[in-house]
């Protein structure tokens, strides 16, 4: 393997560059935008600094955030500090970080928009607007909306999520989190360096009415958002059959991060997946052990399986029956914030939520084997009108 051509320049394919070039490996990086915003909050969890330290150790500006607002209907408000901070950054500022590490570790970056795909005799041609190019293998990191149909994740419109929102000029020192009825995906709030991103994410309603729904909850709260930037984002959501059938790998390419799908159904959340799978597939093109391309290609599927696929298609079952289920005779979405206001064990499992170190397969397990205990804590802080957090709930 001589050259890699890495088809977008986002979180994912800067971190696959950066290792490649650091390895010795020739890496060029194709991308029309290079850094560009997207709505999404651009949070990062423990899970995620704590794999790779720089995110956190470095001057790009960021927000540590250690309290967290959730709400739901019928339930009202609670208030959590974070034992491990959430790290959020500009999409663009973030982007433009990894880009740079990427190049200063002697990876080629080039801004332009990839055209199309030819196989070759022992590789790729890469048409591209600047020309032609010509690589031993690729790494697909071109995002959720990929137009190289031939290579990466296929997904039907059942397996995306709309994610939309607003730039607003303001400071706050913690995340809002609100859960609306009906719908299977939440609004946030988040602070940035300079500014709020404020949005709405979910599946099976359309992008004027979860605008809508946005709007009104943000002038509910006195959120001045007109003539604030718009911004509109599809996300992967893999159902249950998607994650079944999902493409991540090929004859002399990887797919990472949206490309391949891998963003968590129930969040959202994407960076952690999508920088962690650019380092797998890096790794798995540098392990001399995996040979032929068929190896490779076997490699990288074994090693985001292990890692958090299965992990995550559990999640896509899970749901809809967490923002649209019910759970204790109540809304499953009203109860969690209910627990989390009155019981410590369940508080503890949000924490653990929050910071990216809580699976989902283990999930269901931890509730029902603490369920017991949960409730006896609900019921005897609910007696003493006590809260397990620092600040009282607002009721509905």
Known sequence: MKTVAV?????AG????????????????????????????????????????????????????????????KAGETVMTLDNPLVIYSRFDLNRTLLERAGNAGAGIEKTRVMGLERGASGWRIRTQSGIAEA???????GA?????????????????????????????QIDLQFLEGLEGYIWVFPRAG???????????SAQVLRVRLE?????????????AFYGHVLPSLQTAGWKNNRVAGERWLAVGDAAGLVDPITGEGLYYAMRSGDLAAGVLLNENARSVAEKAAAYRSAIAREFTADLAHAS??????????????????????????????????????????PYLELRGRVLGNLAGMIREVLQNSFLGRTTGETPPVTS
């Open 7 to 11: 088809l977008g320049g986002g979180p």
């Open 14 to 73: 800067a971190l696959a560059a950066e290792r490649l070039a650091r390895a010795g490996v020739k890496t060029m990086v194709f991308d029309e935008k290079l850094a560009w915003e997207k709505p999404c909050g651009g949070g990062l969890t423990y899970k995620a600094y704590r794999e790779y330290p720089f995110l956190i150790d470095n001057s790009t500006p960021k927000k540590l955030i250690r309290r967290t607002s959730i709400s739901a209907p």
């Open 136 to 142: 031993d293998f690729c790494i697909v990191a071109t």
């Open 145 to 173: 909306r990929n137009p190289l149909r031939e290579v990466g994740t296929e997904w039907s419109t059942r397996d995306t999520m709309t994610a939309l929102g607003y730039f607003v000029a303001g400071e706050r020192d």
């Open 195 to 205: 500014h709020l991103s404020v949005g709405i994410c979910g599946k099976g309603q």
């Open 216 to 228: 009104r909850y943000l002038d509910e709260r006195g959120i001045a958002w007109k003539g604030s």
């Open 317 to 358: 079952t899970l749901a809809r029956r967490l923002f649209l289920g019910r759970f204790l005779g109540g809304p499953a979405t009203a109860r969690m914030v209910q627990l989390t206001r009155r019981s410590p064990r369940f508080r503890a499992a949000m924490q653990d939520l929050f910071a990216g170190t809580q």
